[in-house]
């Protein structure tokens, strides 16, 4: 049973950084498709890093140049670096594993397991 357990969520203000950290329990991250969602009050939950298979990442337009996904497979992390947040940063985010080998996009519907969670929000 695969579990997923995000921290580092809190309050910022606008320009600040946070860094969130997801710890994957019983599993391997090799081969494996793997990102971070957010989803803001009253909007769909928007893919917004993806680091696939080959370690090849994708930013939405939104967060590019300001996040940066990463991974340790000996620790089993897996980490966004969130730099020059914005008071639209704001959300709960969530980190995701598709649970199989195969290539995978940006949508909620090609990753099976998710994290319960963490909440950031940014002041202006």
């Known amino acids: 049973h695969v579990q997923l357990v995000e921290s580092g969520g809190g309050s910022v203000q606008a320009g600040g950084s946070l860094r969130l950290s997801c710890q994957v329990s019983e599993y391997t991250f090799n081969n494996r498709c793997m990102g971070w969602f957010r989803q803001a009050l009253g909007k769909e939950r928007e893919g917004i890093a993806i680091?696939?298979?080959?370690?090849?990442?994708r930013y939405a337009d939104s967060v590019k140049g300001r996040f940066t996904i990463s991974r340790d497979n000996a620790q089993n992390t897996l980490s966004l670096q969130m730099n020059s947040l914005k008071p639209e940063d704001t959300a709960m985010y969530y980190c995701?594993?598709?649970?199989?080998?195969?290539?995978?996009?940006?949508?909620?519907?090609?990753?099976?397991?998710w994290g319960q969670g963490t909440q950031v929000t940014v002041s202006s």
């Open positions: 680091l696939d298979r080959r370690s090849s990442t």
């Open positions: 995701t594993v598709r649970l199989s080998y195969t290539d995978c996009g940006r949508e909620a519907r090609d990753f099976q397991a």
